[in-house]
C-alpha cells in the first residue's frame, strides 16, 4: 500500500488495509422479483490514495475493491470497486461505486474529521450524488435512491447498513435492497 499521512484522510484513515465479515445480510431482488434473504462473507481492501488536486480542491481517499460470498460458495455474487474521497475542506465524504451488472454510484454527505458514524446518499437524477444505470436496469429494476450508513464500532470493527431504493417493473412499490454486516481489519 502506499506511504500516506493517513490524517490527510479524514474520517476515512480508519478504513485503511483488509477488512472481512461473515455475518452479512442481503435482502435482494429473487429470480421471480419476490424477495431472498442471503447470508455472506465479504472482503473489503482499501488502499490510500493522494492528493488528488481540481484546481483549489484538494481530495485524499481510498481505492477499494469489495467481494461478497454466500455463505457456503465458492463463487462471489457480488463484486464492487470504486473510491472513497475525503474533501477536508467541504467536509464531505462521498463513494463511488462501480458494479459490474453496469451500475455507478457516486453517494456523499457531510462528515466530521472524527466522526465515529457517517451517512452518505445518491438519488436518481441528482447531479452530484446520483446514480447511473445500463438500459436494461434502467427499465426493469430502475435504482432510484441509495443510502449508507458506516459506523467504527468500540471493539475495531466497522458495520454498514446500506439500502438501495429499487424501481422494479410492475410492481407499485420501491423493493427496499438491504446490506448489513460487520467486519474486522485483518492487515493493515
Same mark, same amino acid.
Not at 481510498?62 to 454466500?70: D, H, I
Given at each position: ?12 484513515? #480508519?478504513? !485503511?488495509? %483488509?477488512?472481512?465479515? =461473515?455475518?452479512? /445480510?442481503?435482502? &435482494?431482488? *429473487?429470480?421471480?422479483?419476490?424477495? +431472498? ?14 492528493p ?19 455463505l ?28 459490474? #451488472?453496469? !451500475?455507478? %454510484?457516486?453517494?456523499g =454527505?457531510?462528515? /466530521?474529521?472524527? &466522526?465515529? *458514524?457517517?451517512?452518505?446518499a445518491? +438519488? ?5 450524488f ?16 441509495f ?7 468500540p ?18 412499490s420501491?423493493?427496499?435492497?438491504r446490506d ?7 492487515a493493515?
Open positions: 500500500m502506499s506511504e500516506i499521512n493517513i490524517e490527510n484522510l479524514g474520517p476515512l484513515g #480508519r478504513l !485503511v488495509g %483488509i477488512w472481512e465479515g =461473515g455475518t452479512g /445480510d442481503d435482502r &435482494a431482488p *429473487s429470480d421471480d422479483r419476490g424477495t +431472498e434473504i442471503n447470508h455472506y462473507r465479504e472482503r473489503m481492501v482499501c488502499e490510500p490514495f493522494g488528488t488536486a481540481n484546481h483549489e480542491q484538494v481530495l485524499f481517499g481510498l481505492k477499494y475493491a469489495t467481494q461478497a460470498w454466500r457456503g460458495e465458492a463463487d462471489p455474487f457480488h463484486d464492487e470497486v470504486g473510491y472513497w474521497i475525503w474533501d477536508a475542506k467541504a467536509k464531505q465524504v462521498m463513494k463511488c461505486i462501480l458494479i459490474p #451488472r453496469g !451500475v455507478s %454510484i457516486i453517494a =454527505g457531510s462528515v /466530521d474529521p472524527d &466522526a465515529g *458514524s457517517f451517512k452518505l445518491a +438519488e436518481l437524477g441528482s447531479k452530484t446520483g446514480i447511473c444505470s445500463n438500459p436494461f436496469l434502467d427499465l426493469e429494476f430502475q435504482t432510484v435512491g443510502e449508507i450508513l458506516v459506523t467504527f464500532n471493539d475495531g470493527s466497522l458495520s454498514y447498513d446500506q439500502n438501495t431504493r429499487i424501481k422494479i417493473k410492475g410492481q407499485e420501491i423493493f427496499e435492497h448489513k454486516n460487520t467486519l474486522k481489519l485483518t493493515k
